[in-house]
């Protein structure tokens, strides 16, 4: 589950439906006072059917947001990313803009950062329960390139819940 605000009071929640197995997202209003208003809108991704395991939601560019998440079964399924649009009111595209599935064989506890300009990261528990840190671009109207820029394996052992933040202006940890 992660939650990203949108927009004066708009909210999105990147959920997985643990009930049909999919990626769904959903827009709501929060106002000042902690009142959570009725879904604006909702969106069911036709590419994570029977996925969308543990997504993050980041935002790319004006309209359009990026979800990483992870396939099934979720012991061995890949890892992919989708982009959308969800508008100032909390309007979600009717479908996918592009999607990219970063890593065939095994991704597990993944997280999502955006680095600079089109350039975004994700470090995840890969094959064998080792940590891979990537980066690929995503243009700024949604399509993701479909090669990763550049990987490390760095835990050629154990990685257990990786993450990544920025520390200052090109420095991760």
């Given at each position: 589950l992660r939650l990203i605000h949108i927009s004066d009071t708009i909210y999105a929640i990147a959920y997985w439906g643990n009930n049909d197995n999919n990626l769904k997202i959903v827009t709501v209003d929060i106002d000042d006072s902690g009142n959570i208003g009725a879904v604006i809108d909702s969106f069911l991704s036709a590419d994570a059917a029977g996925s969308g395991f543990m997504p993050k939601i980041l935002h790319v560019s004006g309209d359009v947001?990026?979800?990483s998440y992870q396939s099934l079964p979720p012991a061995t399924g890949g890892g992919s990313i989708l982009t959308i649009t969800i508008d100032s009111a909390g309007n979600i595209g009717?479908?996918?803009?592009?999607?990219?599935q970063f890593e065939p064989v095994e991704m597990q506890e993944a997280d999502f950062i955006h680095i600079s300009g089109t350039m975004f990261a994700i470090v995840y528990t890969g094959v064998d329960g080792d940590g891979f840190l990537i980066t690929f671009t995503i243009a700024n109207d949604g399509t993701i390139a479909n090669a990763v820029t550049d990987s490390e394996e760095f835990a050629p052992a154990f990685c257990d819940s990786p993450e990544i933040i920025s520390v200052v202006e090109n420095i991760f940890a």
């Open positions: 947001y990026a979800v009717a479908t996918e803009i592009d999607t990219f």
